[in-house]
């Protein structure tokens, strides 16, 4: 009888070390996620950068600039084969559409990378959860 108890007390302790790594992991995986959609936000902004930079209007002509918050500012193009771009803790310098883009390509090839890392370390996450999640089924069905 004491043995049985015993046994009983060591599957509660081990289901509830369980269930606290289930957690941990769960956590783990929901930030990973969070900053899976940040950088995909950021991708998306390259992208949009990149689409702008092929399209400037010409000199001279008037076009709609974002200001953030869907709100938008009519200006008139002064020059249209130079931009102003940030080059690092948010300094800006003058640079041409090509240079810009390379920047831009350049941060896009960097957030593709970290999302590739991510998307690994997710699936590492993940396959930890379901291997806790059949241990924790395995511990209530003895």
């Given amino acids: 009888m004491a043995k049985q108890t015993e046994g009983a007390e060591d599957r509660q302790k081990d289901l509830t070390q369980v269930a606290i790594e289930l957690n941990y992991y769960?956590?783990?995986?929901?930030?990973?996620?969070?900053?899976?959609?940040?950088?995909?936000a950021l991708s998306d902004e390259n992208g949009s950068a990149l689409e702008?930079?092929?399209?400037l209007p010409q000199e001279g002509k008037e076009t709609m600039v974002p200001i953030g918050s869907g709100v938008l500012l009519k200006a008139n193009v002064a020059d249209s084969k130079k931009v102003f771009a940030e080059v690092?803790?948010?300094?800006?310098?003058?640079k041409t559409i090509e240079e810009a883009a390379s920047l831009v390509e350049e941060k896009q090839?960097?957030?593709?990378?970290?999302?590739g890392q991510l998307q690994s370390s997710l699936e590492t996450v993940m396959q930890r959860i379901e291997f806790l999640g059949r241990k924790a089924r395995e511990l209530q069905g003895r």
Avoid: F, M, Y
Wanted: hydrophobic share 40%; net charge positive; charged share 25%.
């Fill in 52 to 55: 702008a930079l092929k399209n």
């Fill in 109 to 115: 090839k960097n957030v593709e990378t970290a999302l």
């Fill in 88 to 94: 690092g803790a948010r300094v800006l310098a003058e």
């Fill in 26 to 40: 769960r956590q783990q995986a929901e930030e990973i996620q969070r900053q899976l959609a940040s950088l995909q």
